[in-house]
């Protein structure tokens, strides 16, 4: 995707989240100078998988495993300091070093463990299926004006007021809450005080950076977390992350603006999954359901959860192409279908026997939806060793073309398998 056209390239998942992106981020990334993440916190959990040592990155951007690349944690994202630096340290074991290629935008947000106490208490009364990281607390924090940043750790005097403050207020919720659970306010000073050396060296405006890099004709990649309809405004609200998954949140998510961006790459699974609660219209009944579960292997990276499973969603894919304004997709786990006598693919919906060819807004009647199926015909040949279109079963191909007629959208990637080296690239003209 990158090309004399294209220098600032965005990557989004175009369902639920999970899609792969952090493998096509990882394949991107060797043509790229600078890697960015632009939301979402330490719930997002990055599968990369290198020779036999797989990497699951959830806070640094998984172009941190190509040497030359320059990673940075954008102002979007609310960063958890603690799982940011243990990641770190985990490639620095691995022999991988990070030193002079990674920054944190000091207008970034910080996730800290009052948040993840408000996460737990409130996930009990309203159930969202959130990850319990604190995500969304921290960011309910930065909207309420009442956030603790990056930049905040560099005048620990005034960190440490901000602090006495929000811990108190915390500790009323919670107890509002019924929740038992106090946060400690000695405990919340001790760690950013041993935090902020470690932190302050990497600070930096981030927006600036990524600014010059494009200005300079730089490559440069923004990595979306989740998926688009996980977006806290496009997605099936409320069963959504609390920040703009979307291609529009990469600019300010980053600190460019959105006129530097040149092409949006959509990432989407064969088939769909999703983990958590909510609506999920093409769910495939077991055996299918299950069978794409374990061949898929999926489970979620952070969690553990089983991810629901179901069959590609046209209509699903054709409101991401819209609202991110896709100019490609990259299918993946195609290898996953491999086998399956039969593929329903789903073209659109009926609502109460009429077409509904939108995503509604409300989940209550994208849950009463009823999918219009086509069905394809499958392959037995395994795709893993496909390196080309052409090294595909023609069946896999035609599959391929109907999801690109279906979505709009031209495929410019298909993975199939988990490595590094198993994805073709469609070269186009
Ligand atoms: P992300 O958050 O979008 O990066 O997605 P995850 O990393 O949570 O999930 C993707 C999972 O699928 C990881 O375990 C990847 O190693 C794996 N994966 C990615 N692409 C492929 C593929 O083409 N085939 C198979 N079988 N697995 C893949």
Known sequence: MFDGRTACLVVVGAQWGDEGKGKLVDVLAEQADLVVRYQGGANAGHTVVIGDTQFILRQIPSGILHPGVTCIVGNGVVLEPETFFGELDQLAQRGISTAGRIWVS?????VLPYHKLLDAASEKSQKLGTTGRGIGPAYEDKYGRRGIRVTDLRRLECARSLLADRV????????MMGSPERASFDQHVELLERLAPRILPLAADAGLLVHRAVREGKRVLLEGAQGSLLDVDHGTYPYVTSSNTTAGGAAVGAGIGPTLIQGVLGV?????????????????????????????????????????????????????????GLTG???????????FEEIPVCTAYRLDGAACDEMPAEVETLGQVEPKYEVLRGWARPTGGARRLGDLPPEARTYLDRLEELSGVPVRYVSVGTRRDQIIEVKTG
């Open 168 to 175: 108190q207020r915390a500790n009323r919720l919670l107890e």
């Open 329 to 339: 997709l990259a299918v993946t786990k195609l290898d996953v279908l491999d086998g």
């Open 106 to 110: 000091d207008r970034a947000h910080l």
């Open 268 to 324: 989407v699974k064969a088939y769909t999954t999703r983990v958590g609660n909510g609506p999920l219209p093409t769910e495939a009944p077991s055996p299918h359901g299950d069978r794409l579960r374990e061949l898929g292997g999926e489970f979620g990276a952070v969690t553990g959860r089983p991810r629901r499973c179901g069959w590609f969603d046209a209509t699903v894919v054709r409101y991401a192409a819209r609202v991110n």
